[in-house]
T-cell receptor, first 108, second 112 residues
Framework: EDQVTQSPEALRLQEGESSSLNCSYTVSGLRGLFWYRQDPGKGPEFLFTLYSAGEEKEKERLKATLTKKESFLHITAPKPEDSATYLCAATDTGKLIFGQGTTLQVKP | EPEVTQTPSHQVTQMGQEVILRCVPISNHLYFYWYRQILGQKVEFLVSFYNNEISEKSEIFDDQFSVERPDGSNFTLKIRSTKLEDSAMYFC??????????FGSGTRLTVV
């Protein structure tokens, strides 16, 4: 069964303290691995798509990487405004299979 | 920046009533989706729609659910007879078929 698992479920960081979020996937015929940010009561906001192992993408303090089994979202020197839930999703047929998310809290 | 618009933002309905959730996808997108998120749980796929027909649906999407693109711009999700367990955030998403799926802000459905 296709599955996406994220860890940790929750992460508390001090402002400026870099860390990484993990997304493990078992999806046959992966067509894309997505990262989204979700604020409370809002819809997922697109961050990145990765298509093949070894690919990396960056946006401001965020960098996403992909291997054949995992993806990482690296957060460098986070700020309080980076506090949100980060969702990972994979697709094979077009539908997105989501992980349960990592809720990040960055304290000033 | 183009966005997916969903209405209403919050709907309260009596158990057994029919509800219609509305979405206006991004105008040049061809693929349309509905997802739901029960409070504290994962975002779950319900249905995908392309070329005026359902292309894939999940086990959740049973005979109580239907989708329609009535006028070339709106995309609707109908729940015929709501149950308490249908209470959730419902998200519409659209895609041009390549990079990225754009989600709306969601409709919070509360069944009482």
């Amino acid at each position: 069964e296709d599955q996406v698992t994220q860890s940790p479920e929750a992460l508390r960081l001090q402002e400026g303290e870099s860390s990484s979020l993990n997304c493990s996937y078992t999806v046959s015929g992966l067509r894309g691995l997505f990262w989204y940010r979700q604020d409370p009561g809002k819809g997922p906001e697109f961050l990145f798509t990765l298509y093949s192992a070894g690919e990396e993408k960056e946006k401001e303090r965020l960098k996403a990487t992909l291997t054949k089994k995992e993806s990482f979202l690296h957060i460098t020197a986070p700020k309080p405004e980076d506090s949100a839930t980060y969702l990972c999703a994979a697709t094979d047929t077009g539908k997105l299979i989501f992980g349960q998310g990592t809720t990040l809290q960055v304290k000033p | 920046e183009p966005e997916v618009t969903q209405t209403p933002s919050h709907q309260v309905t009596q158990m057994g009533q029919e509800v219609i959730l509305r979405c206006v996808p991004i105008s040049n997108h061809l693929y349309f989706y509905w997802y739901r998120q029960i409070l504290g749980q994962k975002v779950e796929f319900l249905v995908s729609f392309y070329n005026n027909e359902i292309s894939e649906k999940s086990e959740i999407f049973d005979d109580q659910f239907s989708v329609e693109r009535p006028d070339g711009s709106n995309f609707t999700l109908k729940i015929r007879s709501t149950k308490l367990e249908d209470s959730a955030m419902y998200f519409c998403a659209s895609s041009a078929g390549g990079d990225g799926y754009t989600f709306g802000s969601g409709t919070r459905l509360t069944v009482v």
